[in-house]
């Protein structure tokens, strides 16, 4: 992977002093989000809030957790719907338990930052930051597309969502709520990238667009990569491309907050910073 050897250091000394100078210094910021990120925010997919949520689909299907209930092949669309609309409707609609994502727009106000993220349930946007510095490059649960994409667009689910929430019975929503796409009369199915079906809207090229466009600016300038829970699920999209340009261009820092998976490669350790912590309260203590 882009000819790094090893992965060194996983808890710079005085990580948070760093990180916060590092802050003050850059011209500009480059997040790249995952899971982690999310997770610290309280969005979490087992558990007591699984159970809160899930407990009927629990008992008939024996799930421990909700990307186990989203994978379930079901017989019906009716009985597919009641279980997705309550997790896009929990995990895209409803806030996150916890203020992180506001701690981060803090901490980056007033700053030139640009946002790149793999998770698909809207938090930055909930939590103000410019529409215009984010990019999504997975899709997004709050985004319906046909799922067997006749044309390259996606559709606004908050209405129908809500409607097979309130509407459903039984772990069924009624047959006329389930959405089908407008143009071919396919079933539709969730705007994201698990296969070659995803669609990449017109959203999606004019973020990636300003993705490239910012990167190009800021190339010489002082600027602090920070990765922000990102794992090994989907590396090429953030880690990978933080760590290959951190190493490429003369005056970057790479940052990584993460806990239990902070680590940097050896090429670029002398400018990186790695904090093996909850993502939340480090932000806190910045
Ligand atoms: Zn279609």
């Not at 610290?40 to 558990?47: E, I, L, M, P």
């Not at 990019?135 to 799922?147: A, V």
């Not at 199915?189 to 809207?201: A, G, I, K, P, S």
């Not at 922000?228 to 261009?249: C, D, H, Q, Y």
Request: with cysteine; hydrophobic share 35%; proline share 4%.
């Amino acid at each position: 992977m882009f000819g790094f050897r090893s992965f060194g250091k996983t808890n710079t000394v005085n990580g948070i002093g760093k990180l916060r100078h590092a802050l003050e210094q850059a011209d500009a910021v480059i997040i790249g989000a995952g899971a982690g990120l999310s997770t610290s925010a309280g969005f979490v997919y087992t558990g007591e809030r699984f159970e809160k949520h899930f407990h009927d689909f629990a008992e008939k299907y024996h799930f421990n957790d909700m990307y186990s209930g989203g994978f379930y092949p079901y017989d019906t669309l009716e009985e597919h719907w009641a279980y997705w609309s309550r997790y896009i409707w929990i995990n895209r609609y409803q806030d996150a338990p916890k203020p992180v994502y506001h701690d981060l727009r803090k901490l980056v106000e007033g700053k030139d930052y640009f946002v790149l993220t793999t998770n698909v349930d809207h938090c930055f946007q909930k939590a103000g930051f410019d529409k215009k510095r984010l990019f999504y490059t997975q899709g997004d649960y709050g985004l319906f597309q046909c799922s067997q994409p006749c044309c390259q667009k996606t559709y606004d689910n908050e209405e129908t969502v809500r409607q097979m929430v309130e509407q459903q019975k039984s772990m069924r929503v009624p047959s006329e709520l389930v959405p089908h796409c407008p143009i071919c009369g396919r079933p539709m199915t969730m705007n994201l990238r698990c296969d070659d079906t995803f669609v990449e809207d017109e959203g999606w090229h004019i973020a990636a667009e300003r993705y490239s466009e910012f990167l190009r600016r800021h190339k010489g300038l002082k600027t602090l990569f920070l990765d922000l829970g990102t794992g090994m699920n989907t590396p090429t999209i953030v880690k990978f491309s933080f760590w290959r340009m951190a190493n490429e261009w003369p005056d970057a820092t790479y940052a990584c907050i993460n806990l239990g998976e902070a680590y940097a490669p050896k090429e670029i350790e002398a400018k990186s910073i790695c904090i093996n912590a909850d993502i939340g309260s480090v932000l806190k203590q910045i």
